[in-house]
């Protein structure tokens, strides 16, 4: 695994709170492959998105955990950059994985025409726009961070109402996240979050969140209700991690015990690519990255 001193010293987490995993021991665990942004369209490059490029990029990922044994695949949003045609495309290289892929909506996902907004879900094979599954003593929730959103939904249509107002209010007391990129958890879907988190937690089940847009640390491309989703996590032990994407850049914070991972954008750079795999123990997750994306060990809060 190759993790350099920074990476480890940017991941330290108070590893004293959680027993170590000995090296060359015996360890229950699975493991998963994660990519963030593909972002593929048939357009020019602009500057750093290589948009053409991701085609073979997710190729190369996928050519990889094929060579693995995976519990399965995600991918954390932004499927395409726009455009209806794109999903055709970037499905080809998916097609030839031998495990099964778990799809995020991402905001640029809903770069199509209005009336195809409703059906990019579908479209994407996904049962649910949010969802949670069990996996080897862990519960995985795939959340909808475009679920109040100005983007995802048809104009005249009561969501997007709701939404540009929110975008509004956000933009008037000057909430730095206030951009149109951006999205929120609506209160329903915040409401089934903490539920399905608190019955994970009576069946002794650790959760592991998969979201599209980031809520730590703070910066423009956060959740819009970042703080009510972090107040989720303070109340409820049991999350013990948050990986998502949307920040093409990549980022990293622990709050409340809880480590949070922005990867990389796939479709930056015209050389490079960026996917990992994780593998998930009882006590941490350890991330191996590959091209932009760093090797990172997450030690689970006690």
């Known amino acids: 695994?190759?993790?350099?001193?920074?990476?480890?010293?940017?991941?330290?987490?108070?590893?004293?709170?959680?027993?170590?995993?000995?090296?060359?021991?015996?360890?229950?665990?699975?493991?998963?492959?994660?990519?963030?942004?593909?972002?593929?369209?048939?357009?020019?490059?602009?500057?750093?998105?290589?948009?053409?490029?991701?085609?073979?990029?997710?190729?190369e990922a996928v050519e990889h955990f094929n060579g693995r044994e995976l519990a399965f695949c995600a991918h954390l949003g932004d499927l395409i950059d726009r455009e209806w045609k794109s999903f055709d495309e970037i499905m080809r290289p998916l097609a030839r994985s031998r495990?099964?892929?778990?799809?995020?909506?991402?905001?640029?996902?809903?770069?199509?025409?209005?009336?195809?907004?409703?059906?990019?879900?579908?479209?994407?094979?996904?049962?649910?726009?949010?969802?949670?599954?069990?996996?080897?003593g862990f519960c995985f929730a795939i959340l909808d961070t475009n679920d109040v959103s100005t983007y995802a939904h048809a104009a005249g249509t009561p969501e997007?109402?709701?939404?540009?107002?929110?975008?509004?209010?956000?933009?008037?007391?000057?909430?730095?996240?206030?951009?149109?990129?951006?999205?929120?958890?609506?209160?329903?879907?915040?409401?089934?979050?903490?539920?399905?988190?608190?019955?994970?937690?009576?069946?002794?089940?650790?959760?592991?969140?998969?979201?599209?847009?980031?809520?730590?640390?703070?910066?423009?491309h956060n959740l819009w209700n970042a703080p009510a989703v972090l107040a989720v996590l303070e109340r409820q032990k049991n999350i013990v991690a948050w990986l998502n994407g949307h920040n093409h850049a990549g980022h990293f914070a622990v709050v409340h015990?809880?480590?949070?991972?922005?990867?990389?954008?796939?479709?930056?750079?015209?050389?490079?690519?960026a996917y990992a795999t994780a593998e998930v123990l009882p006590d941490r997750l350890i991330l191996t990255g590959h091209g932009r994306e760093p090797s990172r060990e997450l030690v689970f809060r006690a």
């Open 257 to 273: 015990g809880v480590p949070c991972v922005t990867m990389h954008g796939m479709v930056e750079t015209a050389a490079t690519t």
């Open 1 to 59: 695994m190759n993790v350099t001193r920074r990476s480890f010293l940017r991941t330290t987490l108070a590893a004293a709170a959680a027993p170590y995993v000995a090296r060359g021991a015996a360890r229950a665990g699975f493991e998963i492959g994660l990519v963030a942004d593909a972002q593929y369209a048939d357009v020019e490059d602009k500057g750093t998105r290589f948009y053409r490029k991701s085609l073979a990029k997710l190729g």
């Open 160 to 220: 997007r109402a709701v939404a540009e107002a929110e975008l509004k209010r956000l933009t008037e007391t000057k909430v730095r996240q206030a951009k149109p990129w951006n999205g929120g958890i609506g209160p329903v879907q915040l409401a089934w979050f903490e539920r399905r988190c608190a019955e994970a937690r009576e069946r002794k089940l650790k959760v592991i969140v998969l979201a599209h847009h980031p809520i730590a640390p703070e910066n423009e």
């Open 99 to 136: 495990h099964g892929w778990h799809h995020l909506l991402g905001n640029h996902d809903f770069e199509v025409l209005d009336e195809l907004k409703s059906k990019v879900p579908g479209r994407m094979a996904m049962e649910a726009r949010y969802r949670s599954f069990d996996r080897g």
